[in-house]
C-alpha cells in the first residue's frame, strides 16, 4: 500500500567552504556592513531614500496629472512600496523614511508598469462565484486608508504632510474624505481641490471652512467666476496671507478691490489672469490711496484684450519690480508687438517672454520701431498667425517674422537658446546668405608678395561686373564683410498652420567671418517634454537630441547625440520587465 511506503531519505552533498577573503571587491569597494549602515546620519538617509522614491521631493504647485510628466519613466507605486519596505528595516530608518514619505504624497489609480494587468486580473476575482466582479475604485480605498492613517496618529505624521496630490475623479468625488484630510494637517501648503471649490459651489462649503480654518499657510490658491465675495476676503488679510501664486479667471468686480487684494499678499510671486476684460491698464497706476503691487516673477495674461504696453511699463516703473520678473507670457492682449522693445527696456531681469496674438493687419512700418534688445531673454514664444479677418491674398505675418528674424541678426537677443516660431521656413531663413569670397579673390593670411604686380591692381579696375570688386585695397580690412549674424546657436521650434507638433532645427553661427551659417533640416520632434509657460525648464525630456549639422560648404555633417548612459535614474525593478530600454514611456498615452 502506497500509504506505508518508506520514503527515501535524503543525502547531503558536502559543501565546501571557501576561506574568507580579505581581498576586495572587483569594483574596489569594501562589503557594506550592518555597523556602518547604522552609523549613517540622519540626513543622509533621507537623501537616499529619495532617489529610491523621487516623487516624495514634489514640491511643486501643479496638478497630479500635470505633475506625473516630470516624474519620469517610473512607476510611483512601484518606487512608494520600495520606500515602506526600507522603512521595515529598523527603528532609526523608519524615522526617516516617514519624514520622506509623508512630505509630498501622492495618490495614482494605477501601476504604470506590466503589474497593474496581474492586479487588475485580481481585483476582478473577488470571490469563486462572483469571478467578473466590478473592480474597486482603488484611488478612492488608497485616500480612504491614507485619511484613517493620519487621523490616527495627528501628532506624528499629520504633522510632516505639505503636499497632497490626488486624480481628479477621485478629488471630484470624495469631498467629504479631502475635508477630513484637510482636518488633521494643518501645514498644507498645496492640495488638489475640486473645481466647484473655486467658483463657490454650495457642494464645496464645507470643504473650504476647513481649508481656511485648519491650513493657513496654503500657498496656492485658484478664483474663477462666481468666486468674487471668497477673493474679496483676501483683502483682511486674516487667511492664507502666504500666497505665492494666484489664478484669477472669468472674475467680474471693482478694480479697486482686486488692487487692495493683491496689495495684500506681501509673498506673492506668480499671478495668472485669464478671460477678464476688466483687467486693465488703470489696475498698474500708481494711487496714494491704494497698496503697492507686489513684486513678481511671473505674469501670465490670456485673453485681456484691455491690457496693453502701457500698463505693464507703469508696472515696472519701480526697480524692484524690473529686477524681480523673471516670465512674462502675453496671450490674446492688447500688447501689440511693435511695442515689445518698449517692455524689454524696462525688464533687464526678464528671461522667459511669450507673445501668442493674432493679426490683422501688417506690421507698422510708418513707426520708428526699434528692434529687440534684451541681454537677459532665454526663451522667447513669437507666435503670430494670421486671423481669419485678414487678406487671404497677402501674407499677413510675414512683416512680423521680418521684425524678428532682423533682431536676432543685428545681435540684439545675445543670450536667447530657444526660440518657437509659426513660420516652419523660419529657421533657413536667420542663414546669413552673403556671398563667399572666390577662389581668386585676395586672403589676408596669404603673403603679399606671391604676386609682383599687386601695386598696379591696386590703382587699376578690372572689370565694372565685378561683383567681389572693392573700392578699398586688397589688403585693407575693410574689404572684409562686417561681422553679422547670430552670436551664438540657437534651437528653432517652429510649427506650421496645419501642423500639431513642433520641428525642431538648430542654426548655428557662421564659423569664420564671410562664411555662411548653417541650419539643420527640421525634424518632428513629440510633445512629451514641452510643457507650457508656467514649467519652463532647461532639460527637455521628449525633444530628440540627433541632429544634422551643416559644414558651412554645402555639406552636412551627422552629429548623434546620445541621451542616456549612467547618468539616468534606474527604475523600480516592478518596472523594468516588458520595457524597452530607452523608451520614452507616455502614461497619459
Not at 571587491?25 to 532617489?51: C, D, M, W
Not at 504647485?61 to 505633475?67: F, L
Not at 499671478?271 to 513684486?295: G, R, T
Amino acid at each position: 500500500m502506497k500509504w506505508f511506503k518508506k520514503k527515501k531519505s535524503r543525502t547531503f552533498e558536502p559543501v565546501e567552504v571557501l576561506p574568507r577573503s580579505n581581498t576586495l571587491a572587483p569594483h574596489g569597494t569594501p562589503p557594506v556592513s550592518s555597523q556602518l549602515l547604522a552609523k549613517l546620519p540622519g540626513p543622509l538617509l533621507e537623501r537616499i531614500f529619495s532617489f529610491v522614491c523621487p516623487h516624495t521631493q514634489d514640491e511643486t504647485y501643479e496638478s497630479c496629472e500635470q505633475s506625473a510628466v516630470d516624474v519620469g519613466d517610473t512607476c510611483m507605486l512601484c518606487d512608494l512600496r520600495d520606500l515602506a519596505h526600507c522603512a521595515q528595516v529598523s527603528r532609526k530608518w523608519r524615522v526617516h523614511a516617514s519624514n520622506v514619505q509623508y512630505h509630498s504624497i501622492r495618490i495614482d489609480a494605477v501601476h504604470y508598469c506590466p503589474l497593474e494587468e496581474i492586479l487588475a486580473e485580481r481585483r476582478k476575482r473577488r470571490s469563486r462565484m462572483n469571478r467578473n466582479a466590478e473592480p474597486e475604485d482603488t484611488a478612492q480605498a488608497r485616500l480612504k486608508l491614507l485619511c484613517r492613517t493620519l487621523g490616527d496618529d495627528q501628532g506624528g505624521f499629520a504633522l510632516k504632510v505639505q503636499f497632497l496630490k490626488t486624480p481628479y475623479m477621485t478629488r471630484e468625488t470624495c469631498k467629504p474624505d479631502l475635508a477630513r484630510m484637510v482636518h488633521v494637517t494643518p501645514n498644507l501648503r498645496y492640495v488638489d481641490l475640486p473645481e466647484g471649490l473655486f467658483t463657490d459651489d454650495p457642494s464645496c462649503h464645507a470643504l473650504k471652512a476647513e481649508i481656511q480654518a485648519r491650513c493657513p499657510d496654503l500657498r496656492k490658491m485658484c478664483y474663477m467666476g462666481g468666486a468674487e465675495k471668497s477673493l474679496e476676503m483676501l483683502a483682511s488679510g486674516r487667511i492664507w496671507t502666504n500666497l505665492e501664486v494666484l489664478e484669477l479667471s472669468r472674475l467680474n468686480m471693482d478694480p479697486t478691490i482686486l488692487r487692495m487684494v493683491l496689495g495684500s499678499l506681501p509673498q506673492l510671486h506668480a499671478l495668472k489672469v485669464s478671460d477678464m476684460k476688466a483687467f486693465d491698464n488703470e489696475l498698474f497706476k500708481y494711487s496714494d490711496n491704494l497698496p503697492p503691487w507686489p513684486p513678481l516673477a511671473e505674469l501670465i495674461f490670456e485673453n485681456t484684450p484691455n491690457l496693453t504696453a502701457e500698463g505693464l511699463i507703469a508696472y515696472l516703473f519701480r526697480s524692484d519690480t524690473q529686477d524681480s520678473l523673471k516670465t512674462l507670457s502675453l496671450t490674446t492682449t492688447g500688447v501689440h508687438p511693435s511695442t515689445l522693445q518698449r517692455i524689454l527696456s524696462v525688464a533687464p531681469a526678464l528671461q522667459h517672454l511669450s507673445l501668442i496674438e493674432t493679426v490683422s493687419t501688417s506690421f507698422p512700418g510708418n513707426q520708428n520701431v526699434q528692434p529687440l534688445n534684451s541681454t537677459s531673454l532665454k526663451i522667447f514664444h513669437y507666435e503670430i498667425t494670421s486671423a481669419t479677418s485678414a487678406n487671404i491674398y497677402t501674407s499677413t505675418t510675414a512683416s512680423y517674422y521680418d521684425y524678428l528674424r532682423s533682431s536676432l541678426l543685428s545681435g540684439g537677443l545675445p543670450k536667447l537658446k530657444e526660440l518657437y516660431v509659426r513660420d516652419p521656413d523660419f529657421a533657413d531663413s536667420l542663414i546669413d546668405l552673403a556671398l563667399p569670397p572666390p577662389p581668386f579673390g585676395h586672403s589676408p593670411s596669404a603673403s603679399q608678395d606671391r604676386n609682383p604686380f599687386q601695386h598696379n591692381q591696386a590703382s587699376r579696375p578690372l572689370s565694372s561686373n565685378n561683383p567681389f570688386l572693392s573700392a578699398s585695397p586688397p589688403n585693407s580690412l575693410s574689404s572684409l564683410p562686417s561681422p553679422r549674424g547670430l552670436p551664438s546657436s540657437l534651437s528653432v521650434y517652429s510649427k506650421g498652420l496645419e501642423e500639431m507638433e513642433w520641428n525642431f532645427s538648430r542654426v548655428q553661427p557662421p564659423a569664420l567671418p564671410g562664411r555662411r551659417g548653417s541650419a539643420t533640416a527640421p525634424r518632428p520632434v513629440s510633445s512629451y517634454g514641452l510643457e507650457n509657460l508656467r514649467a519652463w525648464k532647461d532639460e527637455r525630456g521628449g525633444v530628440r537630441k540627433s541632429v544634422v549639422v551643416g559644414n558651412g560648404w554645402g555639406g552636412f555633417l551627422s552629429v548623434p547625440v546620445d541621451g542616456g548612459g549612467a547618468g539616468g535614474r534606474p527604475s523600480s525593478s516592478a518596472g523594468e520587465r516588458g520595457k524597452k530600454s530607452g523608451s520614452s514611456y507616455d502614461m497619459f498615452r
